[in-house]
C-alpha cells in the first residue's frame, strides 16, 4: 500500500469520477455532445454514502465528477481533484474508459503520491487484481459499490493514518483487492465480493450532477433499476460475470416511487438500465396493478429478451400499460447457426413473433444485431440484413448494430482464443461501436467494417426513415440512430 494520509477525524473528502472512455463513441444510438445519460452506479454509491454519513455524524464532502457529459479534459479533471483534495477518488471503469483511467490515475498521482484511488464498475469486476499491477490504483473493488465504499470509507476513517490498520480494515471491505506488505514482501489480498442486492430504501443521488448535462435522444432522461443481475448466459455478455446470475428486484411499489422521483427531478423519460426487465411476470402483473392506482408521468425505455415477449402474449400489452414507450430487443444474427453460438437460447421465430407483438401495442423497437462472431461467414451476413429488412416489413424497428466484441471475462473470448485468433490486450479501450481490432475465422477486420456499413446503408434507405416518421417514431430516436446513413 502506497503511503496515504488519513486526517484522523470523522471527516472525509470523496471525489467520485466518470472517466470517458478512450473511443468516441458514447452509446447506443447516442449523438455526442448531445446525448448523455447520468452515470447511475456513481449515483447509488453517493446516496448510499450519503446516507451513512448522515447515520454515523461523519462530515462527508462528495465531488462528483461526469467527464463526458461535462465534457472535461484529462487536465481539467486533475485541476479539480487538486482543487478539492480529497481523501479518497473513486473511479467508475468500463473496458472502454480503462486506458484512459489508468492516465488519470497516474497523473492525480503524480501530483500527490499519497492520494488513496479505488477502482469500480464493470471493468474492475472483470481485471480484478490484474489492475493492481498494471496501473497506480490502490485498490480495486469488484461487484456492487454501495456497501463496499461505506465499508472502505470506515476503514479510512477507523485506521487513522496507520497503514497496517488500513489493510486490515480493508479486508472487511466485499469485492475488495489490494496490496499488503509483510517482511518486506508484498501481497495481494482479495475479498470475496458481496451479494448482488438493490435496496429499495436507496434513491440514487440524481439532485447531486448537473441534471441539465443529461439528454438522451432528445428527452430529458434519468436511468434506474428495476432488477439487477440476469439468468442469460449469452457469450458476448459481461452481465452475469459483473451482477451475477441470480436476479435480484427492487419491490414493485419502490420501483413506481422512483419513477416519481425522476419525474420531480424534471425528467420526461425513465431508461430502465436493468437488463431483462420483463424477465419475471409475476413482478410485471404487480406493477401493472400498481399503476393502474398511480400511473406514472413518464415514459420507459426498458430492455427485454424476446423470448419472454414471445412466450407471455400478456407481456407486451402490460409494458405498454406500464408506460413503456420503448423496447430494447437483443436479436444478435439473423442466421441460425450463429444466433446459437451465441448461447442465448433463443429463435428467429420467437424474435419475429415478438416484434409482431411488441409493435401490435404501438411500441417503438430497437433491434440490436451484433456482427463478428468467431464462424460469421459473409452469408450469415447477408442472413442477418435480410432477417432485419424482413422484420422492419412486419415490425417497423430502429437497428442498433454493433461488434461482438471479445471483452475480457467472456466466453466469447474463450472461443476467439480456442479458435487461436490473435485478440486485442485485455485492457484494451474496447467500444463495439467502433471498428474491431480483431479478424473473426473468416473475415478480416477491414471486411467487417464494410459489412457493417452495408448492412447500415441498406436497412436505413431513405424510404425507410420517411416510414419510421411516418409511424410515430420519435424524431430523437430516428436522427440518432440513423444518422448520416441514409443515401440521398
Ligand atoms: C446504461 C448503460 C449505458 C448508458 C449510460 C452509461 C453511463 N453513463 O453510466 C450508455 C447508453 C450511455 C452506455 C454507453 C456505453 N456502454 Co453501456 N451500459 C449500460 C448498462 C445497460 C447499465 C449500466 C448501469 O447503469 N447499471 C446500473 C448501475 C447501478 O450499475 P454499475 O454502473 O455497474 O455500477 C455498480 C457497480 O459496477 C459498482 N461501481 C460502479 N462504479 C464504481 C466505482 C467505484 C469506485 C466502486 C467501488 C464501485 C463502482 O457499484 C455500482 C453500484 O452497485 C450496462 C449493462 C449492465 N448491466 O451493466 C451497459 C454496459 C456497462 N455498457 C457497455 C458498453 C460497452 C458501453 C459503450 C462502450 C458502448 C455502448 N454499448 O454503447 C458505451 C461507453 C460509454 C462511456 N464511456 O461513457 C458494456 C461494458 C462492457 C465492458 N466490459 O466494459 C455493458 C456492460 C453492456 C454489455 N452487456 O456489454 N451504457
Ligand atoms: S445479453 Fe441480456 S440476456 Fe444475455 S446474459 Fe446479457 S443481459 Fe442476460
Redesign the pocket.
Known sequence: MQGYVNKNSAALRVT?L?P??G?S????G?VKGV????????A??AAALRDWSARCGVNLKLQIL?M??AGLTAMQVVEEIDRFDPDII????????ASAAAQLTQALKQVKPQRFI?????????AGERLLRTTAANAI?A????K??IR?AEAFLDAGGSEETLCQRLKDVPGASFVTSKDGRQKIVTVSAGNNELDDTLVPAYELFDLEQYCWHGYRTL?L?SH?G?RGNCS????PR??GCEVASRSPGAFINLLSVCSRHGAERA?V???NFSGDPGWLSQLCTLVRKQPPEIALEV?CRADDIARNKETARQLKEIGVRTVFVGVESGDAKVLRSYSKNLSLRQIEHAFRTLAGEGLQIIGSFLLGAPDETEESVVASIDFANYLKSIAPFLLHL?FA?P???TKLRQCFEGEGLALPDEDAP????QAPCWCTKHLSRSRLCELRDEFEHKFYTGEYVARLRCVGVDEGMVRGFARGLTRP
Open positions: 467520485l466518470y470517458a472512455s473511443t463513441s458514447v452509446g447506443a447516442a446525448d448523455a445519460m447520468l452515470p447511475l452506479g456513481l447509488s454509491i461526469d463526458p457529459a473513486g473511479m467508475s471503469v468500463l473496458t472502454a474508459s479505488v477502482w469500480g464498475g464493470v471493468h474492475a469486476t472483470l473493488i461487484g456492487a459499490g454501495e463496499s465504499f472502505l436511468p433499476e439487477r440476469c458476448f455478455c459481461v452481465v459483473l451482477s431508461y438500465v436493468s437488463d430492455y454493433t466484441t471483452y475480457p471475462g474496447l467500444d463495439p461501436h
